[in-house]
């Protein structure tokens, strides 16, 4: 387990590489705000399905104050970073077919 930290990085960059692409292909007749929405609901029943499946739930009293705000202060980055990936890659389709029509 000492020397597991190349295949979590091996992993992540894997995970990176599919989301990349999925945002690529993208869904065709759906709100990108609304795509990230319900991307997001899936990232929160997955997310709480491992605290659960792992029984981690009971840390949660252990939470300080403190810790609530931190990560909810480092959840507002990753919202936006998400938004406005969302929204660059809703541009960049919108761009290549706007220059192919005129």
Request: charged share 10%.
């Given at each position: 387990m000492k020397n597991m930290w190349?295949?979590?990085?091996?992993?992540?960059?894997?995970f990176a590489a599919f989301t990349a692409i999925l945002a690529k292909i993208g869904i065709k007749g759906i709100n990108s705000d609304l795509a990230t929405a319900i991307r997001t609901l899936f990232i929160l029943l997955i997310a709480w399905g491992i605290v659960f499946a792992r029984k981690e739930i009971y840390g949660i009293n252990l939470l300080s104050k403190n810790n609530w705000l931190f990560l909810g202060c480092r959840a507002l980055p990753q919202v936006y970073h998400g938004y406005?990936?969302?929204?660059l890659y809703s541009w960049a389709k919108y761009r290549r077919l706007h220059r192919s029509t005129n």
């Open positions: 190349w295949i979590y990085a091996l992993l992540s960059a894997l406005f990936t969302s929204k």
